[in-house]
């Protein structure tokens, strides 16, 4: 039916009982589809696939155990080669995760159009469904996708565009639902007013600018346990982000939400940003509002102007933090004024920190260590309150494993290294691995230089 030997797939014959038995061996083994292939032309594929669907034998879907279906499209191809219409050959009832990308929606030919409106009778098992489009889109795909997924009674994971607020609250009423995702993009996006119900305990919400964001989070409070803001940097100013964020205490359940992650991203393409936001002292404050978190991300914001004071005084109220990502995604990539100390304050602060990533000034040497020998193990007791009565910071934590340390500059000084790495190492000594940005190179060096002499040590 196909080689390999010049192209991924060259059709070369009709089908035959010994082609049509070598594809039914493997037919049943495939549980995932990711399609279309974008080396083969859309003329090519369909063709092998209409071969294999009319083969007297066939019967459809043509992949009967297949599971998962992912299906993108090039931009604008399938204007000139539809390949969406391929997905009526492979849907089917076993499938229960479906994956769209799709450029072009809702500017698809009728053909097009047809099958993907049929998905849920074709699919009528989906519990989680992706459907993504462009940021720099002004397509409005609400009633579409709206259309879709209020059909799919035990939909547990749905992340597509903003639908109209019928749809969301039929969504809403469908006690299967625990995570829900919304993209909005530069159309006049639909809004939802109301509270999501207790059972969505993951949030996503992402827009082109702050702006978009704040006209959505208006109308909408939910109790998640874990919320994750996508914020187009390149559409959004200062003021706007110190208020979209000062927003979400009015609108998420203080007491619930344990993870936060607020990402800066690009406002037309789905990449990070190439701008970024210093974070000030109002973003700290509305953040701090969240006394029960154990896991923040801000990976992608300037942390640059936050000593180490500043991570002591901002970080006492959370005790209960395990993952914490301070600035190493930040592409300002501007000199940060945090030394290591910056580490030891987290670390006193967090006890219970499981994962850390910071931006610091890696070319300044450790702070004086402070007397605490013979200090008394507190209350708590066990071996990490001795361990820390015994190292001259006082302080030890056993659960980090790997330091993401970014851009964090270092300088290859080997007596000024090997105080560092004995630092570090001290205070976590089941570090393992330092994780910096993969350039400029010879930063990456000098900390790969500092891992070894901290696994020599």
């Known amino acids: ?63 009967p155990n297949l599971n998962e279906l992912v299906w993108s499209e090039l931009k604008m191809s399938n204007l000139i080669n539809p390949s969406v219409s391929l997905i009526k050959y492979f849907a089917g009832p076993g499938i229960t995760t479906v994956s769209l990308f799709l450029i072009c929606w809702p500017n698809h030919v009728d053909t ?70 919304i993209e909005l993009n530069n159309c006049h996006t639909a809004v939802y007013g109301g509270q999501l119900p207790s059972h969505v305990t993951t949030w996503s919400l992402g827009g082109n600018s702050t702006a978009l964001c704040l006209r959505y989070l208006n109308t909408i409070q939910g109790s998640p346990n874990s919320f994750h803001l996508r914020i187009g940097a390149d559409d959004s100013t200062t003021a706007e982000m110190e208020r979209l964020v000062g927003m979400l205490p009015t609108r998420l359940d203080k007491a619930r939400l344990h993870s936060l992650t607020i990402e800066l991203t690009s406002s037309y393409w789905s990449t990070p940003a190439s701008d970024s936001f210093v974070l000030s002292s109002p973003l700290l404050t509305s953040i701090s509002l969240f006394p029960a978190l154990n896991e923040l991300d801000l990976s992608t914001y300037c942390t640059a ?90 302080v030890m934590n056993h659960r980090i494993t790997h330091l993401h340390v970014g851009y964090s500059p270092i300088e290859e000084d080997d007596e000024q290294l090997a105080e560092l790495a004995r630092c570090l190492k001290t205070v976590m000594p089941r570090l393992e691995r330092i994780v910096p940005d993969r350039y400029p190179l010879e930063n990456a060096a000098h900390w790969a230089k500092l891992q070894d002499i901290m696994l020599a040590g």
């Open 305 to 394: 102007e936050l000593d180490d004071k500043a991570y002591e005084t901002w970080l006492a109220g959370w005790t209960q933090l395990k993952s914490l990502k301070m600035g190493v995604a930040d592409v300002s990539k501007v000199k940060p004024v945090a030394t290591v100390g910056a580490i030891l304050a987290i670390l006193r602060a967090c006890r219970q920190l499981e994962t850390l990533g910071i931006a610091f000034d890696g070319t300044l040497p450790p702070p004086s260590g402070i007397a605490q020998k013979g200090k008394q193990p507190e209350e708590s007791g066990g071996e990490e309150d001795k361990d820390r009565c015994q190292n001259e910071w006082g």
């Open 112 to 181: 097009e159009g047809a099958v993907l409106a049929n998905l849920p009778n074709l699919c009528p098992n989906v519990t989680s469904f992706t459907a993504f489009f462009p940021r720099s889109s002004h397509n409005d795909h609400s009633v579409e996708i709206g259309s879709i997924v209020e059909k799919w009674p035990h939909l547990r994971v749905l992340r597509s565009c903003a639908v109209e607020q019928s749809v969301m609250d039929t969504v809403m009423t469908k006690q299967t639902l625990d995570t829900l995702s």
């Open 1 to 63: 039916m196909w080689a390999r030997k010049y192209y991924p797939f060259i059709v070369r014959m009709f089908m035959g009982e010994k082609q049509w038995l070598t594809f039914c061996k493997y037919a049943v083994r495939v549980k995932v589809l990711r399609g279309p292939c974008r080396r083969v032309s859309a003329s090519v594929q369909h063709n092998v696939i209409a071969a294999l669907a009319g083969y007297p034998r066939a019967t459809l879907p043509l992949l």
